[in-house]
């Protein structure tokens, strides 16, 4: 049986030119106060962004724990970008800032699985900022097109990306690979 991504991270490692013309598939994380009321302006004032988006609403960007975001990559999705209050404007708070905290400890965890940066992203904004809510998602879309489909997508049959790849597979725990 091949290997998972999370067994051989160097499997991870896709050939994005092999892959030009391809959808990316993005879940935005929104707090309901300003991230989600900024998109709803955006989609008010018929300001254009990207259709690969879905929106998921939660009460605060400190509500979005790393599980969230491994679920959704796991669930297929190519980019994951959580999005909050400006910090000093949560209204619960401190809730950003937890936000910021489970951001930066699930990047290392991506790391490691093999995931590139430039799929997750944390960004806020205000309700107001429609605009820039828009223009975020198209830099974000362009950035995730660029490294290609995840490789924890599955196909139609329900494959991972990368089931073609690799016989020497190994983990990376136990045979001190390169960790990029
Ligand atoms: S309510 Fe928006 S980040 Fe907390």
Known sequence: MNPTPI???ESAIRN???EIGYEPRIVVFACNWCSYAG???AGVGRMQYPPNVRLIRVMCSGRVNPGF???????GADGVLVSGCHPGDCHYAFGNLRARENVEMTKQLLHLLGIEPERFRLEWF???EGARFAQVIKEFVEDVKKVGKSPYRTTADGQRMDSELTDDAHCPCVNSLPIR
């Open 7 to 9: 067994e051989n991270p």
């Open 16 to 18: 994005p030119q092999s």
């Open 39 to 41: 998109a709803d302006f």
């Open 69 to 75: 975001i491994f679920k959704a990559f796991e669930a």
């Open 126 to 128: 205000t309700a107001a």
